[in-house]
């Protein structure tokens, strides 16, 4: 027959073992969940698609040949004007017309602003 001490002994060890089964099923838990952690942190961000703001080129057209118009029409209404675009400014912009001719082709123009 055991004695006590002897039962006392193995139960403790009994439990000492279950407390170490535990604490390692404890450990492993915690490095599965680090685990799961790093590889939420691995994942790449997606990227933002940079939008492009105002329209194309058209409306730059239309600010231009609304300054042409207003030149003309300046012209229009007056002997006198006081600035008048350059051709090579105009075709640079892609405005130039046909009809609308700068100051140095205009020798009604230039006498006017002359005198």
Known sequence: M?????EE??????E???????EEEEEEEE?????????????????KRKRRVGGGGEGE???????VSALCQIEAESDQCPVVASESALRSTGTFRRGFEPRH????????LKA
Not at 9 to 14: F, I, V
């Open 61 to 67: 057209k239309d600010k231009s040949n609304m300054f």
């Open 105 to 112: 082709r205009r020798p009604d123009l230039m006498e006017s």
């Open 31 to 47: 490095k599965k969940k680090k685990k799961k952690k790093k590889k939420k942190k691995k994942k790449k961000k997606k990227k």
């Open 2 to 6: 055991r004695t006590k001490e002897e």
């Open 9 to 14: 002994e193995e139960e403790e060890e009994e």
């Open 16 to 22: 000492e073992e279950e407390e170490e089964e535990e």
